[in-house]
């Protein structure tokens, strides 16, 4: 009888399988959505093996033309399902690998805005006005909360108090209310791994004190609901409309990147700023030894806040 063909439906039931196994919920169910909803109609019924780059390479040009987003994500998902099929022998070549060089539009945008001493002056004077209008203060905070931090703006906005822990270790001690730590948790950090963040006391003044001990809320609050937390958007628009910065031509991620370029300048690793923001760690080192970086965390979060005061 004639072998099974490995067909791209096949690749993708299996795919799945090991997506809900190793991923997060959010994330396997975005492999899922994008998978059946672009790629499987398209060549579910062809055999994986013979797919090749210039099929793959129209569709992801048409779907460039419409939502850039969705083509940017369909590409990467499809990539990394080839190369998990790669690396398990059901197939040789990797048909979505090289698509960004022939379709400019799912390129990652290379931004490197990184504000100059003077730029973070006069940013954080205008953040920290108390002149300022009170509707913003949540708003001017989570900024504020990026640029010392080094975190992700949605993280940021989207902040808990229960995330927090205060104290100076990483036992909760409620004597020293003047620095603590930050859980993002996995379902809030964008790569699926948790981290441990650094409060310095300039952090916790942005944060502010809860209501009451137990009050597990959200830091920043959103404008329409009292409860929810701002929303990432929220701070791209504060900072594209406010009359004082917006010529300053920045995004709420420079503030991040801002954050890693000075933290390096005033002598930081690199592999200690890796571990401030989180970032994806590849093959064998994937997973930190987090308590290892807590000290060298602390320290270097420590001088930043030194510096920007």
């Known amino acids: 009888s004639m072998p099974e063909v490995f067909t791209v439906n096949k690749l993708i039931s299996l795919y799945l399988e090991y997506s809900f196994k190793n991923k997060t919920e959010k994330t396997a169910l975005e492999d899922k959505r994008i998978l059946e909803k672009h790629i499987l109609p398209m060549f579910g019924p062809l055999p994986a093996s013979e797919l090749r780059r210039r ?9 460039s033309d419409t939502v850039p987003g969705t083509a940017r994500a369909a590409m990467k998902i499809s990539r990394a399902m080839y190369t998990w099929a790669i690396d398990r022998e059901h197939v040789e070549i990797n048909p ?5 060089r022939t379709v400019p539009a799912v390129r990652a945008k290379e931004r490197d805005r990184v504000l100059s001493d003077d730029e973070i002056k006069y940013v954080w004077s205008v953040l920290s006005d ?13 900024l504020l909360l990026t640029l010392i931090t080094g ?30 730590w930050w859980t993002i948790p996995i379902d809030r950090s964008k790569n699926d791994i948790s981290s441990d963040v650094f409060l310095s006391p300039l952090a916790m003044q942005m944060i502010g004190e809860p209501f009451h001990p137990h009050y597990n809320g959200a830091v920043f609050l959103g404008k329409n609901d009292e ?8 701070l791209s628009h504060f900072v594209k409309k406010n009359k004082k910065i917006n010529s300053l031509g920045f995004t709420p991620h420079d ?6 370029t000075k ?10 700023i890796d571990a401030i923001l989180n970032h994806q760690k590849v093959g064998v080192i994937k997973i930190y030894n987090r308590n290892k970086y807590l000290k060298p965390k602390k320290r270097w979060l420590t001088r930043w806040s030194d510096y920007l005061i």
């Open 151 to 180: 975190q992700r703006s949605g993280e940021c906005a989207g902040l808990l108090y229960s995330e927090i822990r205060y104290g100076e270790g990483q036992k909760i001690c409620n004597t020293c209310r003047r620095c603590g």
């Open 263 to 272: 933290l390096s300048e005033l002598g930081c690793r690199d592999d200690v």
């Open 130 to 142: 108390p002149k300022a209008d009170p509707r913003s203060e949540f708003t001017r905070k989570a």
């Open 255 to 260: 503030l991040r990147r801002t954050c890693a």
């Open 227 to 234: 409860m929810r937390p701002l929303d990432d958007a929220a």
């Open 96 to 100: 979505f690998s090289g698509i960004s």
């Open 55 to 63: 099929d793959t390479i129209q569709l992801i040009d048409k779907l």
